[in-house]
C-alpha cells in the first residue's frame, strides 16, 4: 500500500473519529459488484421515491434478479426500520445467489436510518475483502529469502512476530498458512494505522533470527490469492526485474479487476 492511499484512509478515519458513522461489511464482497451496486444504486434512487408496500416482498416468483436487484436498492432507500429488516432477514440465507447484493443494500439501508438518528453523514469505506468493526481487512503475503521452504522454527517466529507487531498497534492476525517459501494471511488493520509500516517492523524482527525474509511483500484489500497466484505474480515481478533487484510489490493491478482510482460512487 502506497502513502498516498494510507494518507486517503486517514482522512476517512478523521471523518469517522468519536462516531458510529464509520462503516465496513464485515464480509468480502466481489470488488466489481459493489462498483456496479453503487452505480445501479445512485440511478434507482434519483429515478425512483418508492413506499415500503410496494417493495417489501423479495419472495414473489414473477420478480426475475434484475428486478429483485432494483427492489432491494428501493428498499434500501426506505427510511423506515421494517425496510431493514426485510433486508436483514433476506441476507440470513447465505446460499442465495444474490446474497452479496443483499448485503451491499443492507449496508445502505443501515447507513440511511443511523444518519438520519443520529443526524450524522455516514462513511462507507468499500474494499473487497470487508473488515470487522473500524478494521480493515488486508491479504498478506511473505516471501522467503534465498530458501525453498520455511523451517519449522521459521513459521513459528513469523507467527509470533507479526501477532506482536500487530496486537501492539490495535491490529489482529485472522489467519496464517505456510507453503514452500511463501507465508499468507489475513489480517485487520485499523484505519488510522500505516498498514505498511507496521508489517516492515514484524519482518525487520523476523529478519533479527537470520534474515530469512525478503523485505518487498505483497499487501492488498481486494481478494485474497492463492499460492499458486502468489507465486505466479513473484515469478513475473522476478522475470521483469531480474533476480538480482528487490521485488517490488506496491501494484498489484494485474491480479485486480478494478479501475485504478475509482471513486465509490455511493453519495
Not at 459488484?33 to 418508492?50: A, C, G, H, T
Request: aromatic content about 8%; proline content about 3%; some cysteine.
Amino acid at each position: 500500500m502506497n502513502g498516498d492511499l494510507f494518507n486517503i484512509f486517514k482522512e476517512l478515519s478523521n471523518l469517522a473519529s468519536g462516531s458510529n458513522n464509520f462503516n465496513v461489511i464485515d464480509e468480502p464482497i466481489d470488488i466489481n459488484l459493489q462498483m456496479e451496486y453503487f452505480k445501479r444504486s445512485k440511478k434507482i434512487r434519483r429515478d425512483n421515491v418508492p413506499q415500503l408496500e410496494e417493495v417489501e416482498d423479495l419472495t414473489a416468483i414473477e420478480l426475475d434478479d434484475e428486478q429483485l436487484r432494483d427492489r432491494m436498492i428501493l428498499l434500501a432507500s426506505i427510511d423506515d426500520p421494517r425496510a431493514y429488516r426485510i433486508l436483514e432477514e433476506y441476507t440470513k440465507d447465505k446460499s442465495n445467489r444474490l446474497h452479496q447484493w443483499a448485503l451491499m443494500a443492507l449496508q445502505e439501508s443501515k447507513m440511511l436510518i443511523e444518519g438520519n438518528l443520529l443526524n450524522e453523514r455516514q462513511v462507507f469505506v468499500s474494499t473487497g475483502l470487508g473488515g470487522r468493526g473500524k478494521l480493515l481487512r488486508y491479504f498478506v503475503a511473505l516471501v522467503g529469502n534465498n530458501l525453498d521452504e520455511f523451517a519449522p522454527y521459521q513459521q513459528h517466529v513469523i507467527q509470533s512476530e507479526f501477532e506482536t507487531a500487530l496486537k501492539n498497534n490495535r491490529s489482529e492476525i485472522e489467519n496464517i498458512e505456510f507453503q514452500g517459501k511463501y507465508a499468507a494471511m489475513t489480517v485487520l488493520i485499523p484505519l488510522d494505522v500505516p498498514c505498511h509500516q507496521t508489517l516492515l517492523d514484524a519482518v525487520d524482527e523476523c529478519n533479527m533470527y537470520g534474515n530469512f525474509l525478503k523485505t518487498d511483500f505483497l499487501i492488498t484489500n481486494v481478494k485474497t490469492l492463492s499460492f499458486d497466484e502468489i507465486d505466479e505474480f513473484v515469478a513475473g515481478k522476478m522475470e521483469e526485474l531480474g533476480s538480482e533487484n528487490e521485488i517490488n510489490f506496491d501494484d498489484i493491478d494485474e491480479l485486480e479487476d478494478r479501475e485504478p482510482g475509482e471513486e465509490n460512487p455511493l453519495e
